[in-house]
């Protein structure tokens, strides 16, 4: 595999935002990926680039509130590099960046069960359903993985 | 003034969500603001509360990148609390809450001059207008203040 992961940079997001609401099948995703961490969270978030292309990213925190815990609020992989170990693989550098925290969050849709599938084969465990969790009617999949 | 100022909760997420959209005078707000601020960034975060009812809140956070800054993400206020300094001390606890950092940042629409005047007002800057800040087409104010 060529692909390079890197670090975030402010200067990654209009890539991020060119491609994000295909790589979702058409979904409406921009709104919901604000520039702010491509500038304020950059040690937790990744670019991965193939031959200077975007090819995936993943953005994520360390929490503010809980000291054991890191939440990885976006990830995207292109869908030519899907099946390629690249989402795995961002997902271990996220886990390396925020250690010694061993709780990892996130929330997908239940719709998007490719998601929900890929975070299972990850070692993630949903925790619940919750219909409304990001507002009405905006179902999510709370997931958790104890590294 | 009644109002009481106190840390985020996950459970005042569902409040703000019912209203956010209405206090921005329609415009749908809503999907910009995710429940983990409410979770993982709470003690940068705060709820206003009249008799137990929202009268505001705010959503903040300490920059991972950068060590002195601290960002605000979301304010509102009721629109019938405009005008009573609840703006002005929702801004005063985030500041204290982020001390020692020195650098406070925000972005706003260009469209929403009250916010610009505000932001003004309380002794930031505009270091620039960026027209495709937050994606092609959505353009941000970007303004800092020093404490």
Redesign the interface.
């Known amino acids: 595999m060529s692909v390079v992961i890197r670090h975030a940079e402010p200067r990654d997001y209009?890539d991020v935002?060119?491609v994000v609401d295909e790589w979702w099948g058409g979904r409406p995703m921009?709104?919901?990926l604000?520039?702010?961490f491509f500038?304020?969270?950059?040690?937790?978030s990744f670019a991965a680039e193939d031959g200077g292309r975007l090819a995936g990213f993943l953005c994520g925190?360390?929490?503010?509130?809980?000291d054991d815990?890191a939440?990885i609020?976006f990830v995207g992989v292109d869908p030519a590099h899907r099946g390629s170990g690249l989402g795995r693989e961002l997902y271990d550098r996220f886990f390396a960046a925020v250690a010694p925290r061993t709780v990892i969050r996130a929330v997908t849709s239940p719709l998007n069960e490719r998601s929900v599938a890929f975070h299972r084969a990850l070692g993630f465990e949903v925790e619940r359903i919750d219909e409304?969790?990001?507002?009405?009617g905006q179902a999510r999949v709370l997931l958790v993985k104890h590294l």
Chains 1, 2 share one sequence.
Do not use: C, N, W
Request: cysteine-free; hydrophobic content about 35%.
């Open positions: 209009a935002i060119a921009a709104a919901m604000p520039k702010l500038v304020h969270f950059r040690d937790t925190f360390r929490s503010q509130t809980h815990e939440y609020h409304d969790y990001d507002g009405q």
